[in-house]
Every structure is written in structure tokens, then in C-alpha cells.
């Protein structure tokens, strides 16, 4: 299979304050995808991105396919940001199978 | 825009029980796959269908078996329950690009409860 890892495990922030949520893989991928699994356990699809750069909103995230990592940035935390996010990833020749990283759990405090 | 549905969203089964989860995909989507989600873990593969056909398994119990139908609903069939089951499942989708698969949406989840 391949290895996903997803650093931190846990963060507590401030409403307002920025963070960085990193994801490595240990193979060459042809899927990444980043999610935010609410409170109520809905899997929310944020990115998806196999490579490059995208913003939506506050949220951004940037894929470096050739150094196997992914970053996605959150500004402005809110409390509803709250909630674990998720890497997945399907590696190349490997297709119809995503494989999670073990999440970051996110709490924006008031 | 038409998302992923999974039925029933709750389901409570004794030990030894059957449970049969379905999911009916995006239109036109024509991957789907099936995860299961302990309390605190993250999403385990359990099987994925390609065109009606199995595509991968995972870590997938003998006692669950799952197929795709003729209109792509999917079903998930789970026999002799065990304590140990009770998890969210979640079914998704995804169209197939060039490369390969593209963005896959993930159902809301059938929280399956075994006492």
C-alpha cells in the first residue's frame, strides 16, 4: 500500500488565527483530496488536488507531487473550521482505492 | 446538485443479525466505493466497483459481501453482526478521468449500531 501521514494530530487555535496542515505520502499518487469530517461525521470534500495550487475562500492547499506532500491552509479560523480533516490519496496504477491519512483534529476555540 | 445517498442514516442490529446498507451514486458516476469508519479512526477501504464489476477489495470480513446493480446502487450486505462492526459507513463516488479516477463524494453515512 502506500503511507499517509497527516501532521498534527491535534491543534487548538484562537478564533482568527491561521494554520498549516501538512500531509505526506510515501508513493507516487494520481489523487489527493482533502476533506473536513464535521461534528455529525459528514465527510465534507474541500480540495481536490493531485498537484498545484487552489483556493477556495479561506482554505487553500498546495500539492508538491515530486516531493509527495500536500499542505492545506486555513485563515481566519472560525468555530466552525472545528472538526478532523483528511488526506487521501489513490496511488498511480492503484485506481478505486483511497487511502486516508489518520487526520488532524481541529478545535478553534471562541 | 445531486449528491451521494446512503439508506437507512441509522441503524441499530443485535449480534448475529443481517444488515444491508445501500448507496446510489452520482449520475454518470461510475466508481463506487465502500469505507468503514470505527469511533476515533479514520476511513478503512473496504471493496470498490468499477462499471458493476469488483475492482479492489480491502480489509473486508468474509461475512460482508457487496454488489453493484444494473442502475449502479450499490448494496452492502452484513451477516452474522459482531459488537466489532458497529462503525459509520460511508459510500462514494467518483467519474474516471484520463488519468484515471477524479474527484470522488462521499455519502453522508449509515451509522450502524450492533448491541
Known amino acids: 500500500g502506500i503511507q499517509v501521514e497527516q501532521s498534527p494530530p491535534d491543534l487548538i487555535l484562537q478564533e482568527g488565527a491561521n494554520s498549516t496542515l501538512r500531509c505526506n505520502f510515501s508513493d507516487s499518487v494520481n489523487n489527493l483530496q482533502w476533506f473536513h469530517q464535521n461534528p455529525w461525521g459528514q465527510l465534507i470534500n474541500l480540495f481536490y488536488i493531485p498537484s498545484g495550487t487552489k483556493q477556495n475562500g479561506r482554505l487553500s492547499a498546495t500539492t508538491v507531487a515530486t516531493e509527495r506532500y500536500s499542505l492545506l491552509y486555513i485563515s481566519s479560523s472560525q468555530t466552525t473550521d472545528s472538526g478532523v480533516y483528511f488526506c487521501?490519496?489513490?496511488?498511480?496504477?492503484?485506481?478505486?482505492?483511497?487511502?486516508f491519512g489518520s487526520g488532524t483534529k481541529l478545535n478553534v476555540k471562541p | 446538485a445531486a449528491g451521494v445517498i446512503q439508506s437507512p442514516r441509522h441503524l441499530i442490529k443485535e449480534k448475529r443479525e443481517t444488515a444491508t446498507l445501500k448507496c446510489y451514486p452520482i449520475?454518470?458516476?461510475?466508481?463506487v466505493y465502500w469505507y468503514q469508519q470505527g469511533p476515533g479512526q479514520d476511513p478503512q477501504f473496504l471493496i470498490s466497483?468499477?462499471?458493476?464489476?469488483?475492482?479492489d477489495k480491502g480489509s473486508i470480513p468474509d461475512r460482508f459481501s457487496a454488489q453493484q446493480f444494473s442502475d449502479y446502487h450499490s448494496e452492502l450486505n452484513m451477516s452474522s453482526l459482531e459488537l466489532g462492526d458497529s462503525a459509520l459507513y460511508f459510500c462514494?463516488?467518483?467519474?474516471?478521468?484520463?488519468?484515471?479516477?477524479?474527484?470522488?463524494?462521499f455519502g453522508q453515512g449509515t451509522r450502524l449500531t450492533v448491541v
Open positions: 449520475p454518470r458516476h461510475d466508481t
Open positions: 462514494a463516488s467518483s467519474p474516471t478521468g484520463e488519468a484515471g479516477n477524479t474527484e470522488a463524494f
Open positions: 466497483f468499477y462499471e458493476k464489476m469488483q475492482s
Open positions: 487521501a490519496v489513490e496511488r498511480v496504477g492503484n485506481f478505486n482505492k483511497f487511502y
